[in-house]
């Protein structure tokens, strides 16, 4: 049996950074096994839409469902969580609860939060038996848990459902034999024969013998048939409604929907690529994601990637979600072989002049891929106007690693997938050039505009000297200058005394020491003003030359 949460979105999450917003991510436990999202951006209704398959060992677990903010420098906050109890699945109509909005509450009762806001959730029970699952759940109660226990395996099934996320670790396997054998001698009902029963709805004077396999799959495929009636039909309605729609509807359907929202800041990974194409927004957007666009087809083969994949993009969620997967298999290097790698787009922002996509890459083939996703952003921004009114686009691609396991080599992971990514932007960006010419800033029409914009205020020497020397640190040195200057010439010379001797006065008590110490301390300090003051003109001088700054 397994247990299939999708975690759909959340609303109302308590606003605590400077901006009023949060970074959340949402984390479903079923005992030992674990799933994490994605992590959203700068909002308080995140929508995630991903659905994460857990083994189910005992029924009296309960499904424990947290939302996070993420912290780069200090443990996660966790802003609420949901507990939902598998008894309440199991007698639910048809093993499902559906979509429901849960309240969340919080971590702690000393909490101070107390409205926590609202996740959507859908839960379900889906029976799935293979004949080595049936060989294993035959045996007995105690058995049949330490096993679950054991095992961690999780399929992250948001579009690809057969990705692993998390290590799977080995179960013991049983000799089918054996096992019946131990089916024929043991006279009390199997753990099986309950589960059997309870989703046949048997009479109670039934046989407490083990079903056949035969049976027993029988079964389960009724009941999976049920279920995903239930829970895919959405999807295939929603499926079938954007599969008669064309790229740019998808575009202005999406748009509509998400009118105000702002441009995603650049991810903490860095930036890859930014660059200035002589091409319209909308026209380079059509080229990177349109199904009718080459682009993938020729930057594929120039990278030897076999295997490419590409579905339709739709609309999920009442539209507001706009989607598609892409899966292809990389080519083999001197350190990796080829492995698979599926790519989960997202729209975030679409509209006449900026859109912005958020790719989910998952590599669990290349070593502890199991460990980690990419996130890869690319945001198309109008550029610069150049000659002859012609429109030119910013492009711009930033990247970060979300870890969903901790990793010892997580430094290493991150060098590796940040070498991996230039390396293939190299490629991207001279594909790229072959279709639209970049641009350089001398190029745009207001490039001495944009110039002079950055370009120091012309000063005079007199104002120049003013803003430099113009504070307490040369004033008070020049006191202090004038203050001594003056005592030497009202006081008669010194006896020499202790270990002086004519031509060295030395400090004949701690405050004359400390005095000394001060007046050094106040001459270096004039200096360094007086070095600054001399760098600031000279530069001055460079800019007059060469006409702007900074180039």
């Keep these: ?147 679950s226990d054991k095992s961690t395996e999780l399929v992250k099934g948001s579009s690809f459902s057969n990705i692993p996320i998390e290590v799977r670790t080995q179960v013991s396997e049983v000799d089918e034999t054996e096992v019946a054998k131990e089916d024929k001698s043991n006279a009390a009902p199997s753990f099986v024969n309950k589960l059997y029963q309870m989703f046949n709805s048997k009479p109670k004077d039934a046989e407490a013998s083990a079903p056949s396999s035969s049976k027993l799959n029988d079964a389960s495929d009724i009941t999976e048939e049920m279920l995903s009636t239930n829970s895919e039909a959405p999807d295939k309605q929603d499926l079938d409604a954007s599969a008669s729609m064309s790229f740019d509807e998808l575009l202005k359907a999406f748009g509509s929907r998400g009118e105000g929202k702002e441009m995603p800041e650049n991810l903490s990974g860095g930036v890859v690529l930014d660059q200035v194409y002589a091409v319209a927004p909308s026209d380079l957007n059509t080229l990177l994601f349109s199904p009718s666009s080459d682009f993938l087809q020729s930057l594929a083969e120039i990278q030897g990637t076999t295997g490419l994949e590409i579905q339709q993009w739709r609309l999920e969620n009442d539209g507001e979600i706009l989607r598609r997967v892409v899966s292809y298999t990389k080519a083999p290097t001197k350190l990796v072989k080829a492995v698979k790698a599926t790519e989960d787009m997202t729209y975030l922002k679409a509209d006449r002049e900026m859109f912005a996509v958020l790719a989910d890459v998952s590599t669990p083939d290349v070593p502890f891929g199991n460990t980690f996703r990419v996130e890869v952003l690319t945001c198309i ?28 080599m997580k430094s290493m992971v991150e060098n590796g997938a940040k070498q991996g990514l230039k390396d293939n932007y190299v490629q991207f960006s001279e594909l790229l050039a072959k279709n639209f010419r970049p641009v350089d800033a001398k190029d745009t029409t207001y490039s001495n505009e944009v110039l002079s914009s950055v370009q120091p205020e012309q000063e005079s020497d007199w104002k120049l000297a003013f803003r430099v020397f113009g504070n307490f640190t040369l004033f008070s040195s020049v006191f202090a200058f004038v203050y001594v200057s003056a ?65």
């Design 1 to 147: 049996m397994r247990l299939v949460v999708r975690v759909i979105e959340a609303r109302g999450l308590p606003p605590t950074d400077a901006d009023g917003t949060r970074e959340p991510y949402a984390k479903a436990q079923l005992g030992k096994q674990r799933a994490k999202t994605k992590v959203m951006r700068k909002t308080l209704c995140p929508v995630w839409d991903e659905e994460f398959t857990f083994r189910v060992g005992d029924l009296s677990d309960n499904l424990l469902v947290s939302v996070l903010d993420e912290d780069r420098y200090f443990a996660d906050d966790v802003l609420g969580q949901v507990k939902v109890p598998l008894t309440a699945v199991l007698d639910a109509d048809n093993r499902t609860l559906g979509m429901q909005w849960y309240q969340l509450q919080p971590k702690s009762k000393k909490s101070k939060l107390k409205d926590c806001g609202e996740i959507h959730l859908s839960v379900s029970l889906a029976q799935n038996y293979s004949d080595e699952t049936t060989a294993h759940w035959a045996s007995d109660d105690h058995d049949l848990a330490s096993n």
């Design 487 to 551: 005592h030497i010439f009202l006081t008669s010379p010194s006896i020499i005394q202790g270990l002086e001797f004519p031509g060295l006065d030395l400090p004949d008590s701690v405050g004359e020491v400390v005095v000394c110490g001060v007046l050094i301390l106040q001459g270096q300090r004039v200096l360094n003003m007086v070095a600054r003051f001399i760098q600031a003109k000279r530069q001055i001088m460079e800019l007059k030359h060469k006409g702007m700054a900074g180039y």
């Design 381 to 408: 921004i109008p550029g610069p106007e150049l000659p002859d009114d012609e429109k030119s686009s910013r492009l711009m691609v930033s990247w970060r690693i979300n870890f969903v396991q901790s990793t010892m």
